[in-house]
T-cell receptor, first 115, second 117 residues
Framework: ETGVTQTPRHLVMGMTNKKSLKCEQH?????MYWYKQSAKKPLELMFV???????ENNSVPSRFSPECPNSSHLFLHLHTLQPEDLALYLC??????????????FGAGTRLSVL | AQKVTQAQTEISVVEKEDVTLDCVYE???????LFWYKQPPSGELVFLIR??????QNEISGRYSWNFQKSTSSFNFTITASQVVDSAVYFC??????????????FGTGTRLKVLA
């Protein structure tokens, strides 16, 4: 198993659908992250979970709802999407988000298209 | 506010040429870390290197080398004898403390490197 696995790799959604993105890390890390990568924009941090507790929520619209049932799994539930939500959604994990030298390890992302 | 600037949006080189990717940062912190990541077409960001603010020694790893200069707030990345497999988007990042007690990355906008055969 690779370190951080994301499924599905590609997702096409209608604006009224509800779907979920899944991320699983096999590195024994304590923290997990969701990022949004849109064309021609810097990577945007969406959410951070540390030991299953949400510690960062960076002004993300409520149509994005994260869930972290345990330290190895992270979900992003999507509904009522907008055209601007078209992006690559990247998941990452790290050992200790409380340390300045913390390294994040990324999955390959889910590419989301909105009909 | 902390900031990372990668002024080169896209660079094209011919295979075997050397290429340098620039990264300039701004921070008020005295202790900080800088990172480089590679994002190939497959999508995942691959960690390349981490450097702390107190270590200005250059680092070399195979064809990759990094030049950290605190005086100019730069952390540049050089690929020697580039290969087609080096084609990717490269990101520079800076760690930033949050009020929650965690650290997050401040990413640059990335440099797309195209190595032509």
């Amino acid at each position: 198993e690779t370190g951080v696995t994301q499924t599905p790799r590609h997702l096409v959604m209608g604006m009224t659908n509800k779907k979920s993105l899944k991320c699983e890390q096999h590195l024994g890390h304590n923290a997990m992250y969701w990022y949004k990568q849109s064309a021609k924009k810097p990577l945007e941090l969406m959410f951070v979970y540390s030991l299953e507790e949400r510690v960062e929520n960076n002004s993300v619209p409520s149509r994005f709802s994260p869930e972290c049932p345990n330290s190895s799994h992270l979900f992003l539930h999507l509904h009522t999407l907008q055209p601007e939500d078209l992006a690559l959604y990247l998941c990452a994990s790290s050992q200790d988000p409380g340390k300045v030298q913390n390294i994040q390890y990324f999955g390959a992302g889910t590419r989301l298209s909105v009909l | 506010a902390q900031k990372v600037t990668q002024a080169q949006t896209e660079i094209s080189v011919v295979e075997k040429e050397d290429v340098t990717l620039d990264c300039v940062y701004e921070t008020r912190d005295t202790t900080y870390y800088l990172f480089w990541y590679k994002q190939p077409p497959s999508g995942e960001l691959v960690f390349l290197i981490r450097r702390n603010s107190f270590d200005e020694q250059n680092e070399i790893s195979g064809r990759y080398s990094w030049n950290f200069q605190k005086s100019t707030s730069s952390f540049n990345f050089t690929i020697t004898a580039s290969q087609v497999v080096d084609s990717a988007v490269y990101f520079c990042a800076l760690s930033e403390a949050q009020t929650s007690g965690t650290y997050k990355y401040i990413f640059g906008t990335g440099t797309r490197l195209k190595v032509l055969a």
